[in-house]
């Protein structure tokens, strides 16, 4: 039979695609985990592939990968869509696509198949890194191709003996290391907000405490002086801060395929990060550092929302991002409370503030006051020859 690879999740699309495919295709399923499956979940999800029908089932940590890949550079453009939302889902994408086609051709698979529907982003990251890694492998999209409806889909499956509990969630939720995704009837409005419960964090803890994340040239290395890989110290901050049901907000967007979008999301390590880490920054780099890393990284998260990781312009942004890191290294003092964060204040032997040239607004030993008064003569020479010519 004709070898197929499926991005299997082991929801009822992917299911649906499973059983269908398995009919005139050999299906090997994969499932690549960028954080947030337990290995329970992750022996049910191969539990449930094998009734669907599949040949193999395969699941592909890639947590490394993701933050190596992907997450580090967000971090190191401190980057938040539309200033809220730090990509959560957009991001796993691109590396769940790029981990697939991999292992397609590693096997001598000759098509890949994924159960996106024909109206949201993912159908766009997907066949976007498919085509570009594997031309040669063609892409088989049931759910797109035949505009399936969910009973549709239940019906098929119950006719073919897999009768599960399909019954859809009252809130979707795509948990992963940077974040997780939530969406609701509310989200499909413009007006209302989710509940609490629909997060998956709840309120746990009550008063401050104070956490302190140690970054090395950009990089998350340690949390309370404690060092470990920078994936694994962004769990553990999660861990501390969800309790405190931080991270929660709503994003609206446009979508790819040029429709405005409503999600909720809970981050709260990838936003207490990012805010650290900016903060940082703030001491460290010089003003000229800060601005052209501002657009270029509102350009990076762009690019990687729309599918474009895989091009050459991703690659250079990267290398100007990890050449701005240099000497962004110290630690940030973060106060955690119900809801919410503050950032206290930073140490880094790169301070900027430490220049002994004088302290703001107070005292100043590199200039005199005549080379002050000069100065400000000088910069304000264009305004004065604009307002003279003009009035």
Not at 133 to 145: K, S
Not at 208 to 213: A, D, I, R, S
Not at 219 to 245: C, H, M, P, Q, R
Request: hydrophobic share 35%; with cysteine; charged share 25%.
């Amino acid at each position: 039979m004709k070898k197929l690879v499926i991005a299997y999740s082991g929801g009822l699309d992917t299911s649906y695609c499973a059983v269908s495919l398995s009919k005139t295709h050999e299906v090997h399923a994969v499932s690549v985990n960028t954080g947030g499956f337990t290995k329970e979940e992750i022996e049910h999800i191969e539990s449930n592939a094998y009734k669907m029908g599949v040949a193999t089932y395969k699941n592909i940590d890639a947590v490394a990968t993701f933050y190596q890949k992907v997450v580090k550079y967000l971090i190191f453009g401190n980057v938040l869509k539309n200033n809220t939302y730090p990509l959560s889902v957009s991001a796993e994408r691109i590396i769940q696509a790029i981990e697939i086609v991999e292992y397609a051709k590693s096997i001598g698979a000759g098509y890949i198949a994924h159960g996106s529907t024909g109206a949201g982003n993912d159908q766009v990251r997907f066949d976007m890194i498919f085509q570009t890694l594997a031309p040669e492998i063609e892409i088989i999209t049931p759910i797109r191709d035949e505009k399936l409806t969910r009973q549709e889909e239940i019906d098929y499956l119950k006719s073919n003996g897999i009768d599960m509990s399909w019954e859809k969630a009252q809130y979707s939720i795509n948990k992963g290391l940077w974040g997780t995704s939530v969406g609701g009837s509310e989200t499909l409005t413009s007006e209302k907000p989710l509940p609490s419960e629909a997060y998956p964090s709840q309120l746990e803890k009550e008063g401050e405490e104070k956490v302190t994340l140690t970054f090395k040239n950009g990089e998350f290395i340690a949390l309370n002086g404690k060092e470990n890989t920078s994936e694994v110290n962004i769990e553990l901050l999660n861990d501390i801060a969800s309790g405190y049901a931080i991270g929660r907000d709503i994003h609206v967007g446009d979508t790819i395929v040029g429709i405005k979008g409503r999600v909720g999301f809970e981050a709260a390590a990838a936003l207490i990060t990012v805010k650290a880490h900016h903060l940082l920054e703030k001491h460290t780099l010089t003003k000229w550092q800060l601005q052209h890393k501002e657009y270029l990284s509102s350009f990076y998260g762009m690019h990687l929302h729309e599918g474009q990781y895989l091009d050459p312009v991703m690659r250079n942004i990267e290398a100007f991002l990890e050449s701005s890191q240099e000497k962004v290294s110290g630690d940030v003092i973060v106060t955690l409370k119900p809801y919410h964060f503050s950032l206290d204040g930073i140490v880094s032997e790169h301070d900027l503030m430490n220049a002994k040239f004088g302290s703001y607004g107070e005292i100043n030993k590199g200039w005199t006051a005549d080379e002050a008064k000069g100065f400000i003569k000088i910069i304000g020479n264009q305004n004065k020859i604009y307002q003279q010519v003009n009035s």
